[in-house]
């Protein structure tokens, strides 16, 4: 099998560029119906999805939400902009966080901004945190270019070309793996010591 790790890389990065949230302003203003509220994300998420039959969400998975209080419940079985936002909010931690996590993460913007009656609103605390993600694009693809030219260079005492090209498509993977889970330690970390906040 041969792999072109270049034609791999570039796939990366320029998936990267087109990295982009839904802003506040594309939810409607009105509030929705839970099958209202699964259309429009399966819409806008449509693009996030590896495999054409996954599900980005469900009428479970919302209830699913709720009876874990990562959601409040629907008003007159009707969901509000804030609903959306908080289901967009699970939407991306899901891939890296347990049910229990979220939970703690979550717990004080439910408390405190959902209703919109804190200092600023839910949208607000949204787009500020997604404005700041888009910042990190470019110096992650650095980062990925990065650990690319690392994984280049091994195995070059392999004499075999495609032997050599896949342990360093392997070592690729490994470099951005060991990244991830760096990441996912420390964030377990911070949400740990959110959660004894919480208790005490």
Do not use: W
């Amino acid at each position: 099998m041969t792999i072109d790790t270049n034609d791999i890389l570039n796939s990366i990065l320029e998936s990267l560029d087109h990295v982009d949230y839904i802003r506040p302003e594309e939810i409607p203003n009105i509030d929705l119906y839970m099958d209202q509220v699964t259309t429009f994300m399966n819409d806008h998420f449509a693009s996030t999805k590896r495999y054409s039959d996954d599900k980005i969400l469900t009428k479970t998975m919302i209830n699913n939400y709720t009876k874990n209080n990562l959601l409040p419940p629907s008003i007159k079985k009707k969901y509000s902009k804030e609903h959306v936002l908080l289901l967009i909010l699970i939407y991306y931690f899901k891939s890296i966080l347990s049910i229990k996590d979220i939970e703690t993460v979550l717990t004080p913007l439910r408390e405190k901004y959902f209703p919109g009656e804190g200092e600023i609103s839910l949208a607000d605390l949204y787009r500020e945190v997604c404005e700041m993600e888009k910042s990190r694009i470019e110096p992650m693809k650095d980062s990925v270019r990065e650990a690319y030219e690392k994984s280049l260079s091994s195995f070059s005492d392999i004499s075999d070309t495609d032997d050599q090209n896949e342990l360093r498509m392997f070592t690729f993977l490994c470099s951005l793996s060991f990244d991830v889970y760096l990441k996912k330690m420390m964030i377990e970390k911070i949400i740990d010591s959110m959660a004894s906040a919480e208790e005490e």
